[in-house]
Structures are given as C-alpha cells and as structure tokens.
C-alpha cells in the first residue's frame, strides 16, 4: 500500500512539474514577445493558455483520487495538499503571461516607451524569482525559497517606479494614454508573477514543516534563522 501510495504522489509530481515547465515556458516566451516586439511569439501564449488550464483540472483529479484511496497523512499529505495550492497558483501565473501577451500585440503596433527600460529590470527579477521558485519546490529548498520571498520588495519597488514614471508620461499630454495604460497592465502582471512566486515558494515551508510563513518577517535578513530542517 505505501509504495503504491508513493507511486501515486511521485506521478502528481510530475504532472505538478509539468505543469511549471509550460508555464515558465509561457511566461519567458510572453516577456521575449513584449520586449523584442514579437507578435507570433505572442499569439503562441494566447493559443497555449488552455492547456495549462487543462492541465491544473487533471491535477486536481490526480489529487482527488490520490485522498479518497490512500488517505495519505503528515508529509505525504502536506505534499498532495500544496501540489493542488502550487497548481492553482501556476493556473493564475500562466493568466498573467497571456495578460502580457495579449498587451505585447497591441504596444507592438506603437512606438516604443523608453519606460521599458524599467520593465525590462522587472521581468527579469521576477523571472529569477520563478525559476528560483521551481528549484526550491523541486527540491525542497526552504533557502532558496526564502530568496523567492525576499526579492519580492524588489519587484514592488520596480512595479512602482514604472507606474509613477508613466503617471509623469500621461501629465505632460492626456492625448498619449493608450501605451501607458497599456504598460501600466504588463508591470502588475509581471509584479503579480512575483506574488505568485512567492505565494509557491511558501508551500514550500508548508510541505516541510507544516507552518505558514504568510506576511512573515523571517525573509528580512538572510541571516534570520528559519525552520528548514526536513522531517
């Protein structure tokens, strides 16, 4: 029974790195769109959005049947239950790179916003904050997940920055609101990945421990001590 058990939970990780893979995949091709101007690269995140939806549903199933069959309990059932938390989060993060996508067609058509420069910074210190993410869920890492947690402060600050700059933009003529508005979308939706990045990497303080680490203070420091010893 228990190694039928654990077949089963090491199938949902699979399906739960899967589905990180597609998602990750959307959301780099989604930001190349953006910033390179690319409207092919675009659509292809647009077309692609339903499978990861398809995807999270088969991971809820999974899950389902893995709780009514084995009723699995401590770690293995911290595991199964922040799997089906990781794929809702995962479901909304692939929203956010159609989001980007969908915005990439329209500035593509416009001439550029030297504000990118800015969103640029930001897509890539979210994009380290998810790939940072996917490694500490992997593997486990509560270290690596407490720098996903951390470096959220820098995408909001980033997020902010751009606002206030485009905000400046529109001041000077109300006849140029379309592109900031625009751009003003793609920095919360990038901001937001770094949300949902961080909401994953605290599961993975959940699976190992059991706590929840929600709006706590132990990412301040790096040199805070945490509970990350493995059960």
């Known amino acids: 029974m228990e190694s039928q ?23 780099e091709t989604s930001i190349t769109a953006l910033l390179d101007r690319q409207d092919e690269p675009a659509q292809q995140v647009i077309d692609g959005d339903d499978a990861i939806n398809q995807l999270e549903v088969k991971i809820e199933e999974l899950i389902l049947h893995i709780v009514a069959r084995w009723q699995p309990v401590a770690r293995d059932l911290r595991f199964i239950l922040g799997c089906s938390k990781v794929a809702n989060e995962l479901e909304r ?18 001439p550029k916003l030297k504000m990118m420069v800015t969103v640029r910074s930001l897509s890539e210190v979210v994009l380290d904050m998810y790939q940072k993410s996917i490694t500490a869920f992997s593997s486990l890492d509560c270290d690596t997940a407490a720098e996903v947690c951390r470096l959220d402060n820098k995408a909001d600050v980033l997020n902010v920055k751009i606002i206030r700059e485009l905000i400046d933009y ?19 939706s990038l901001e937001r990945v770094g949300d949902l990045s961080t909401n994953i990497a605290e599961e993975v303080f959940f699976i190992i421990q059991g706590i929840n680490v929600k709006h706590s203070t132990w990412f301040d420091s790096p040199d805070q001590n945490r509970p990350c010893s493995k059960e």
């Open 170 to 188: 529109m001041g000077t003529d109300n006849r140029i609101i379309e592109r900031p508005v625009h751009t003003i979308i793609v920095s919360n």
């Open 93 to 110: 993060l692939g929203d956010q790179a159609t989001n980007i996508a969908e915005r990439a067609l329209m500035l593509n058509q416009r």
């Open 5 to 27: 058990l654990h077949q089963e939970i090491n199938r949902l990780e699979q399906e739960v790195m899967k589905m990180f893979t597609m998602t990750e995949e959307a959301l």
